[in-house]
Each structure stands twice: as C-alpha cells, then as structure tokens.
C-alpha cells in the first residue's frame, strides 16, 4: 500500500509532465483562467532568453498537484491541480497553438506527433481526451480552442459550460497569432527548437500532495501570498471542500445549482458586503469572508447556496434592474434607485425591505415609501453638495432599527448629528443657489425631470444625456450685457440654467446668444425639458433663471419629499 502521508517534490519541466497517460483538472474551487496579455508577455520573454541562449533553463515556479488516480489499470493519472492553474492552461494553449499551426504550414507529422503525445490521451477508454481540463466555468471556451486548434485530430469535446468568449480564448488567439508570426520569419527548423523549449528549457519544482492533505486549505493559503483571490474564489472554495472526497456530490451541485447562483450575477463580488451586513450589522469589510465563515460553521453546503440566494432576486433589482412580482408602485421605487444607480453603502437596508415585501412580511405601499424616503435623502443632499459618501455608517443597522417604517427612518437619520437631510426651505435654497452640473446625480435628477414631462415615458436603452448650460459657462463680453459677472458665477451651475440636449445641438450651441440658442432649442425632438424652455421664454437672465428655479423647487419638493 503507498503511504499518503509523504509529500512528493522535485524539478521537472512539460516534457515530464505530459509525456505519457495523464489528466490534469482544476477542481471546482479553483477562479477563471485570468492570464492575459502582460503575463504571456512575460511567458514569451522566458522562451526567448533560452531560445537565444541568454540562460540554458527559466523557472516557473512551483506545480502543486494533488494525486486523484482510480489505481484502474485502463485509467490515466489523474491529478488536480491545486496551484500553478494558470501556468500550465497557459503552456497547454501554446503547445496546442504549435500543433494548429505547423498542421497549418505544411508539417503535419510534427503537429501529430505533438498532440499525440503531449495534448490528448491515447488509451481506448480516455482516446482523445485533453490531458488538461480547466475549471467548468472555462469549459466552452476550452472546447472551442479544442475545435479550432486540433479538429483533424478528433478531440473528444468536454461539456460547455460557461461564455463562449473569455481570457482563455483570448489568449489562444495571440498565441496563434504569434506562433503564425515566428513560423514565417524563421526557418524550417524553428518549430522543433521552439517545442524542446517550452517542453524542456521551461522548469518548475513539481510537489504532489498525499491523499489526506486538505487541497482547499492548501490552494488558499497558496493563493492568498500572491493575487489575492475574490470573495467568490474563496466562497466557492469553502462551500466545496465541505464535500470532502465526494466528487460526485459536488459535481451535481455545482452543475445543478451553482453554476446559475455564479452566473446569474453580474458583479458577483459585490453582493457579499451587503449580504453579510444584512446578517451581522458590524461586518467589517476587512472581516468579510472570516465572518461569512463564521455563519455557515454549522452549515452543509446545500444550505450555505440556498442561504446566499435569499437576497439575490432584491440585489439584481437594484444593481440592474431584474424585474419582481410586485406592486406597481413599489416596482416605481426600486426602478427609481436603479436608475439613480443607488450607492452600495444602501444596499443592506434596501435589499432587506424589497426581500421582506416579497416574502409579504411587510406591505408593499410601505416598502416602497421606505425606498422613496431613501431615494429623496440621496437627492436633497446631493443638491446641496453632499456626495453619496459616508453613509454606511447609516444604512447598515436601519433595518433593525425601523423595520422599514418611513416614520421611524426619517427620525433614526435626523438623530444623526453628522448625517444631514435637508428640509424643505434648505431645499429650496440649495436648489436656487448650489451647482448640481458636476454632482454624481445631476444626469439622474435631469432625466427624471424629463421623464415626468414626457409622463413616464422611457427615455431610450444606451443613450446618453449630455447636460448643457443655457448660459454658457464662459462668460463672453456679448453675454456680458445680458447678466453680471457676479451672477453669473452664482447661478451658471444652478440647476435652473442645466437643460439636458441632443449630441448634435450641443456641439452646434457652443456660446451663442439667447436669440440664436433659442432656435436651436425649438427644433430639440428628444428632450422636452429643452423645447419647453425655449418656448416658454423670449429672453434668459438672472430673472428668468430665478423664475425657473422657482418651478423646480415646486417640482422636486413634490417629487422628493422628506417622509412620502
């Protein structure tokens, strides 16, 4: 019986290591293929300082394997690959990339001595198979480097899973690219010399860990002295190690369930802090993944999933507009801070009371004047000049605190002494006389200005609002005799001298005088905003910016109320 408790180490090269019956899978826990053009960059530097004969070998670093053989007399050695993912996909590409284009050139016995002895598996029961087999969220990218790379030779595609295009494709294309380069400025002897290199003159300490070596501790700590891994590598890593040696198990989650809760969410990442505020007020960002640990001590891993999915349906409601089963009104509400978009520092109270108004723990009409409260603070306090910072502080325990009761909401933020939510008469002053032009929620306060003239109509996917000065924010000596330098300083920011236009009209306006602007302004068909203003007024100055004002403060007192 061979004793599993020792560690096996020692220098090897590719030629070792795929020079004979073998598979080598990155687990389930492991991130994306992630190498992109710098590091092939340096990958090529590498090849090159041996090909020149600067230096005989280059290190690579350290393989760790993990020995994952059935001891079936038919199988090939199987091994997972627990640090060093990245490297050898990598090397695989480029002796795939080799293979391709000396089929291509007119080698063909070169490109099938290659594949058949370092890229597929040649046994009857593992014939064709790669002997590298990335994470499964790489698998469709894999086979389709597969096909285009060794279709002559007949490679048993692996199931698709993930995009079709990523990193790894990326990186294919280069290296077939560069390997088509080299081939046409050297001579016929060149890809020989370029295989022994990167079979040979690449070297690397190979250590394959015993049975009873844990490799999701292993690939953690690894991982965590180099790039740091994302708060989904190490979730995933901690789910998945709980199955311990049942691959099956974990393979049938994964695909089953996983996958969808990965890809399903746009910016995985960002949905962690949120949740974990949501279950413990005091996380620290610095202690996120210790205190989600510290949730699922006593959890399987079917339970820690179908935890992390409670808050997903609220989370993409908000982040990118999923729609819900829910009220008119309180879906309005939750479009509303979409569109603003919401800062983060929100999210745990807001994902909390979209989450319970779906579950019906609380009424809709209430959850949605909770979200309206929420939407008009960002907004009155971006007018005056706050920028939606240091609010965390606030959002993170408002759920406890009021159960997404608006009344109790508006007090736990008044009681805030360093937090301020101006009322109505500082709202209408910092409407009046504060610059919203360079403010993160001027486009958002101007297009729902737009909106409510248009009365509700969508404002068409992907175009963006350029925001003109009616005013021009140089004050030239025409404009001069219409307003005063002083006022114009004050006011040529203001929300009231702020129109949203058309891409060909702004450019067109540049600094012309009232009269001129106005005309262009009448022929606006997007904006209503615009053409309403230049028919309501034959000239612009100081009194027709105030008077403006004066309708806007009606407006967005009406529109943004201190308790809805």
Aim: aromatic letters at 10%.
């Amino acid at each position: 019986m061979a004793d599993t408790t020792k560690l096996e180490a020692g220098a090897s090269n590719f030629h070792q290591l795929l020079d004979s019956e073998k598979e080598f899978w990155s687990p389930l826990f492991q991130r994306l293929y992630v190498w992109e053009k710098k590091e092939l960059d340096q990958l090529w530097d590498d090849i090159d300082a041996v090909l020149d004969e600067t230096d005989r070998t280059r290190f690579l670093g350290a393989l760790v394997l993990q020995d994952r053989s059935s001891n079936l007399a038919f199988a090939p050695r199987s091994y997972w690959i627990i640090d060093g993912q990245q490297r050898i996909t990598t090397v695989y590409l480029l002796v795939c990339g080799l293979a391709a284009v000396s089929q291509e050139t007119g080698n063909p016995a070169f490109a099938n001595e290659i594949v058949r002895r370092y890229l597929l598996n040649q046994r009857q029961r593992t014939a064709n198979q790669p002997k590298v087999r990335p994470t499964n969220r790489d698998l469709k990218q894999f086979a389709e480097v597969m096909v285009q790379a060794l279709q002559q030779f007949g490679p048993e595609v692996l199931p698709a899973f993930g995009d079709e295009n990523g990193a790894l494709t990326r990186q294919y294309r280069r290296i077939r690219s560069e390997l088509r380069e080299r081939f046409q400025q050297n001579d016929a002897e060149y890809p020989a010399r370029l295989a022994r290199v990167v079979l040979e003159g690449l070297q690397f300490v190979e250590i394959v860990l015993s049975e009873d070596q844990d490799p999701h501790q292993i690939y953690d700590s690894l991982n965590n002295r180099g790039v740091r891994l994302g708060t989904i590598d190490q979730v995933r890593n901690e789910v998945f190690q709980r199955f311990g040696t049942d691959f099956k198990a974990a393979e049938s989650l994964f695909n089953g369930k996983w996958r969808s809760f990965e890809d399903g969410l746009k910016d995985i990442d960002s949905y962690f802090f949120p949740f974990a505020l949501i279950h413990r007020p005091s996380t620290t960002k610095g202690q996120l993944f210790p205190t989600l640990k510290d949730f699922w001590r006593e959890m399987n891993p079917e339970q820690i999933l179908e935890q992390l999915q409670e808050y997903v349906p609220a989370f993409k409601a908000l982040t990118v507009g999923e729609p819900l089963e829910l009220s008119q009104e309180l879906k309005s509400a939750i479009a509303r801070l979409q569109r603003m978009p919401a800062p983060s520092s929100t999210y745990p109270f807001a994902m909390r009371v979209i989450h319970e108004a779906i579950a019906g723990s609380i009424e809709q009409e209430m959850a949605a004047r909770a979200l309206r409260l929420i939407e008009s603070f960002l907004v009155r306090r971006a007018i005056a000049g706050f920028e939606p910072t240091g609010l965390h502080a606030v959002f993170k325990e408002l759920w406890p605190q009021t159960k997404g009761e608006p009344e109790k909401i508006l007090s736990e933020i008044e009681t805030n002494a360093t937090i301020q939510f101006p009322d109505d008469k500082q709202f209408a002053e910092d409407i009046r006389t504060k610059p919203l032009y360079r403010r993160k929620l001027a486009s958002y306060i101007l297009r729902e200005y737009e909106l409510d003239l248009k009365g509700g109509d969508p404002l068409p996917e992907g175009v963006e609002m350029n925001i003109d000065h009616v005013m021009p924010q140089t004050l030239t000596p025409e404009w001069l005799n219409v307003i005063s330098k002083e006022d114009h300083e004050k006011l040529v920011d203001t929300w009231a001298n702020l129109v949203p236009l058309s891409g060909p009209l702004n450019s067109e306006k540049a600094q012309k005088l009232w009269g001129d602007v106005r005309k262009l302004f009448l022929t606006e068909t997007f904006y209503k905003t615009t053409k309403r203003l230049a028919d309501k007024n034959e000239t612009w100055n100081k009194a027709s910016i105030e008077s403006r004002a004066t309708e806007l403060i009606s407006w967005a007192t009406e529109r943004w109320p201190r308790l809805p």
